[in-house]
């Protein structure tokens, strides 16, 4: 119906990346730009969920449960077929009849989930007959998305109904001492691995109390697949300065769409995407030129990034800031490599998000820098 | 005899509230296409029926034991409130309830976004709701004490709390002429209250969206409107307080009212696109270290050269 096609003419797009996923990434994070549909930052306001790369398949189902319908998903490999899986997705958006069945298999209206799989196998599919109690429990997926009880992973027998201490089959929050000493209701929520604008395979698991991550691990989920690969193949196609440059500057635009500046972000991947698809280098010169000036300079962004604490301090800020400068020699050939740098940096993730608030710690995250360098492969760290 | 407002005018106030609405999220479409790199055409203008009739085939979500008719009410408030603030602002020199304590009317109204936005982000018992609830109240504690001065300030200025007073009262000399910083406070507080831009931490994308990050379908597109409608309204009342009102060469009052509210809106809707987020932790500091101690300055200043 034409309605119909009108209404989903620019649907709402949820991207995820899986490791070794930075290709088709890539190329929907482009066409999704240059068509004007919006990357969303949760399943309730998305129409498609597209996974880059290959290996969540369960988180990314937890994810596509929470997505409202009419609703569509597609997992990406290749990066040369993108443009037309997007096509298709947009297609089947449509077809009415694919997305009443759809609606169909998911039992009644208001109640979008049915099967909940818990990080670790637990039974969660349990028929609790009030109406959507497992609903929207999806432990390993979205920051934090789940119900106030806790995450998956702390659900044990989690379907005991209507247990003492489990109102509602959800387990009551634990206590324990805050930073200042204050006995806080502590919850168990996981970051990643299947999180628009998160480093693809990472999981963080946090202890929150109010927004203060009281404790943290640090793990990976996912095939050892880093981003390599695809920045050494974009080294050889367009030249290794031009290469390096775009690594950073998609390390930025992650940093600014967490910081919250889309049209800094919108900007600096159209940076990143020139730098890989050929611009000519005047062009790209003053547009690096212009980011620097507004997004290296900005006060404003200082101002929040700064003093983060004592373990981070001022690390996001001279990350971002250190990005746009090795970017903007990208003629001279490839920057000195800040590998070691990002290594450590992954090594002590627990330890710089250990009493960070959320916002600081997403902001710390997304100052890793993990595509650069491959850092945060497995083995780097125990879980 | 019944000597309220005409009814048309009540009929009207929603409806052109809506049409400046969907002219703020036309505009957003715009700022977002050029910045994209793509080009701005006559498609910006059909953004927002767009976006309206997708929220209205998508279907609404539900989380594990949600408040559900408090969530919803929250959402549900938004452009209901926005209504009842506009309603007090003089359109060129008429309001539509011409009200004796039109501000503190205005005010109330914007007050009951505090729980509006808290339910929308309590009611749905998720983690990143609760987050981005508590960041409004937060930020609610944070501009509710400026905005409070920087509207009684303008009410000091001329000597009364009806607004379409404040207007004539501006015949001689806008009050953003000197009062500059109650304007600059009051367009802060309504970023802040429309939780836009530079001040939509409490719907951000690091909390995956925040009170926003389980409302689908209808319900968002309520909270949407809502948000919207806000700023149009905080807009108008802007040029009612600040900018003289309907006061202008040539041009009819409701003419000269519209240009400046649009021409605030636009400003409005720009900080989107311009500025990072700012935290509300940060934002509390400036707010009770900075903001607060320049208007009341401002209200003294404005007290003394009354007197």
Known sequence: MDLTRFAFGKPHVLLIEAPGGTGPRLAVERLARERGWPLVDTPADADVLVVAGAGLHEPAQLVWDQLPGPRTRITLLDPDRVEAALDEAARSLLDRAEQRADAAARGPRDEPMQEMGGDSGHDMSAEDGDGGSGDDMGGDDMGGDDGGGGSGHDMHGGHDMGGGDMPAGLPMADRAPDRDGLELDILHVPWGPALPWWPAGLVVRIQLQGDVLSEVEVGRIGPTAPAAPFWQAAADAVGSGRAAAAARIDALTRLLAVAGWSGERLRAQRVRDGLLGGAPNEELVGQLERLERRVGRSALLRRMTAALGPSAGARVTEAYRGWLADAGGFRDGPPASRTADAQEAADQLADLLTGAEWSTGRLIVASLDPELTGALQPGAHRV | ?307
């Open chain 2, 1 to 307: 005899m019944f000597d309220g407002p005409a009814l048309w005018a009540v009929a009207l106030l929603p409806v052109g509230l809506l049409v400046l609405a969907a002219a703020a999220a036309s505009l957003s479409a715009a700022f977002g296409s050029a910045a994209a790199g793509r080009a701005v055409d006559t498609e910006v203008l059909l953004h927002p029926a767009r976006e309206a009739v997708r929220l209205l085939v998508v279907r609404r979500r539900r989380t594990s034991h949600p408040d559900a008719l408090l969530w919803r009410l929250g959402g549900g408030t938004l452009f209901v409130t926005a209504v009842l603030a506009a309603a007090v602002v003089p359109i060129g020199t008429t309001a539509v309830v011409r009200s004796e304590v039109g501000v503190v009317w205005f005010n109330a109204a914007e007050t009951l976004l505090w729980a509006a936005l808290w339910l929308t982000g309590w009611g749905a018992n998720s983690v990143s709701g609760l987050i981005g609830g508590y960041r409004f109240l937060a930020q609610a504690l944070a501009y509710e004490l400026p905005l409070m001065l920087a509207l009684i300030t303008a009410a000091l200025g001329a000597a009364s709390l009806d607004v379409t007073e404040i207007v004539a009262a501006q015949s001689g000399l806008w009050f953003v002429v000197w009062m500059p910083i109650a304007f600059v406070v009051f367009l802060i507080a309504a970023l802040a209250f429309a939780f836009w831009g530079p001040f939509s931490q409490p719907a951000s994308t690091d909390a995956s969206g925040g009170i926003l990050a389980e409302v689908s379908g209808v319900d968002r597109l309520a909270v949407s409107i809502g948000q919207y409608a806000w700023l149009a309204s905080a807009a108008g009342m802007s040029v009612a307080l600040f900018l003289g009102g309907g006061g202008g060469p040539l041009l009819p009052a409701w003419l000269w009212w519209l240009v400046k509210t649009l021409a605030v809106l636009a400003a409005l809707v720009w900080t989107r696109w311009r500025f990072p987020v700012i935290r509300v932790d940060r934002f509390e500091e400036f707010a009770w270290v900075v903001l607060l101690p320049a208007i009341i300055l401002q209200s003294l200043v404005v007290a003394l050269v009354v007197l």
